[in-house]
Protein backbone atom coordinates (compact mmCIF):
# COMPACT_ATOMS: atom_id res chain seq x y z
CA UNK A 1 0.00 0.00 0.00
CA UNK A 2 1.47 3.32 -0.84
CA UNK A 3 1.87 5.72 2.22
CA UNK A 4 0.91 9.59 1.53
CA UNK A 5 1.37 12.38 3.35
CA UNK A 6 -1.15 15.53 2.86
CA UNK A 7 -0.51 18.62 4.23
CA UNK A 8 -0.49 22.48 3.48
CA UNK A 9 -4.22 23.24 5.05
CA UNK A 10 -5.23 25.92 7.26
CA UNK A 11 -7.21 28.93 7.69
CA UNK A 12 -7.54 31.83 4.97
CA UNK A 13 -10.16 34.26 4.19
CA UNK A 14 -12.21 34.37 1.41
CA UNK A 15 -10.70 34.80 -1.37
CA UNK A 16 -7.13 33.45 -0.60
CA UNK A 17 -4.74 30.96 -1.56
CA UNK A 18 -3.34 27.61 -0.52
CA UNK A 19 -1.33 25.12 -1.63
CA UNK A 20 -1.75 21.02 -0.53
CA UNK A 21 0.80 18.86 -0.84
CA UNK A 22 0.23 15.00 -1.58
CA UNK A 23 3.87 13.64 -0.33
CA UNK A 24 4.91 9.63 -1.40
CA UNK A 25 7.10 7.51 0.34
CA UNK A 26 8.57 4.33 -0.81
CA UNK A 27 6.92 4.59 -3.81
CA UNK A 28 7.93 6.75 -7.09
CA UNK A 29 4.81 8.84 -7.62
CA UNK A 30 4.95 9.71 -10.45
CA UNK A 31 4.17 6.19 -11.86
CA UNK A 32 0.81 6.70 -9.93
CA UNK A 33 -2.49 8.45 -10.89
CA UNK A 34 -3.17 10.79 -7.81
CA UNK A 35 -6.58 11.92 -6.93
CA UNK A 36 -7.10 14.68 -4.27
CA UNK A 37 -10.90 14.53 -2.72
CA UNK A 38 -12.17 16.31 -0.03
CA UNK A 39 -14.95 15.92 2.69
CA UNK A 40 -16.90 18.57 4.61
CA UNK A 41 -18.63 18.41 7.87
CA UNK A 42 -22.37 16.05 7.28
CA UNK A 43 -21.27 15.13 3.66
CA UNK A 44 -20.07 12.61 1.75
CA UNK A 45 -16.58 12.71 0.16
CA UNK A 46 -16.28 14.19 -3.49
CA UNK A 47 -13.54 13.57 -6.05
CA UNK A 48 -12.04 17.19 -6.60
CA UNK A 49 -9.03 16.64 -9.06
CA UNK A 50 -6.87 14.16 -10.49
CA UNK A 51 -3.81 13.80 -12.54
CA UNK A 52 -3.48 10.42 -14.77
CA UNK A 53 0.16 8.50 -15.05
CA UNK A 54 2.03 9.03 -17.10
CA UNK A 55 0.88 11.26 -20.14
CA UNK A 56 -0.35 13.43 -16.50
CA UNK A 57 -3.96 14.15 -18.04
CA UNK A 58 -5.88 16.52 -15.53
CA UNK A 59 -9.51 16.32 -13.95
CA UNK A 60 -11.11 19.21 -12.33
CA UNK A 61 -14.26 18.71 -10.88
CA UNK A 62 -16.53 21.60 -12.16
CA UNK A 63 -17.25 23.58 -9.07
CA UNK A 64 -13.39 24.00 -8.54
CA UNK A 65 -12.56 24.95 -12.36
CA UNK A 66 -10.86 27.55 -12.67
CA UNK A 67 -9.46 28.19 -9.47
CA UNK A 68 -7.98 24.88 -8.39
CA UNK A 69 -4.78 22.99 -10.38
CA UNK A 70 -3.29 19.98 -9.57
CA UNK A 71 0.30 19.67 -10.73
CA UNK A 72 3.21 16.83 -10.11
CA UNK A 73 6.77 17.67 -8.69
CA UNK A 74 8.90 14.10 -9.67
CA UNK A 75 11.83 15.78 -8.51
CA UNK A 76 9.90 16.09 -5.23
CA UNK A 77 7.82 12.78 -5.34
CA UNK A 78 5.06 15.24 -4.70
CA UNK A 79 1.75 16.07 -6.27
CA UNK A 80 0.33 19.32 -5.13
CA UNK A 81 -3.01 20.79 -5.53
CA UNK A 82 -3.10 24.76 -5.78
CA UNK A 83 -6.45 26.29 -4.92
CA UNK A 84 -6.93 30.01 -5.54
CA UNK A 85 -9.92 32.06 -5.13
CA UNK A 86 -10.98 29.45 -1.99
CA UNK A 87 -15.18 30.11 -1.19
CA UNK A 88 -16.18 28.90 2.56
CA UNK A 89 -17.76 26.32 0.42
CA UNK A 90 -14.70 24.84 0.12
CA UNK A 91 -14.32 24.06 3.88
CA UNK A 92 -13.48 20.29 4.24
CA UNK A 93 -10.90 18.24 5.09
CA UNK A 94 -8.94 17.11 2.14
CA UNK A 95 -7.28 13.69 1.32
CA UNK A 96 -5.50 12.49 -1.52
CA UNK A 97 -5.25 8.60 -3.12
CA UNK A 98 -3.16 6.53 -5.35
CA UNK A 99 -6.11 4.51 -6.04
CA UNK A 100 -7.54 6.42 -8.77
CA UNK A 101 -8.06 6.98 -12.84
CA UNK A 102 -8.54 9.46 -14.30
CA UNK A 103 -9.05 11.30 -18.11
CA UNK A 104 -9.78 14.89 -18.61
CA UNK A 105 -13.55 14.33 -18.29
CA UNK A 106 -13.56 11.43 -15.78
CA UNK A 107 -12.42 10.10 -12.25
CA UNK A 108 -12.87 7.22 -10.58
CA UNK A 109 -12.05 5.75 -7.12
CA UNK A 110 -11.35 2.15 -5.84
CA UNK A 111 -9.85 4.26 -2.39
CA UNK A 112 -9.41 0.84 0.14
CA UNK A 113 -8.06 3.58 2.96
CA UNK A 114 -7.68 6.99 3.70
CA UNK A 115 -4.96 8.99 5.31
CA UNK A 116 -4.74 11.74 7.95
CA UNK A 117 -5.94 14.47 5.80
CA UNK A 118 -5.32 18.01 5.87
CA UNK A 119 -8.03 20.89 7.02
CA UNK A 120 -8.94 23.57 4.80
CA UNK A 121 -10.76 26.24 6.27
CA UNK A 122 -11.70 29.78 4.63
CA UNK A 123 -13.96 32.13 6.64
CA UNK A 124 -16.36 33.92 5.39
Known amino acids: QVQLVESGGGLVQTGGSLRLSCLAS????????VGWFRQAPGKEREGVSC????????YIMDSVKGRFTISRDNAKNTVYLQMNSLKPEDTAVYYC?????????????????WGQGTQVTVSS
Open 97 to 113: STEVACGSTWFSEFVKS
Open 26 to 33: AVTLEHYA
Open 51 to 58: ISKTVNTT
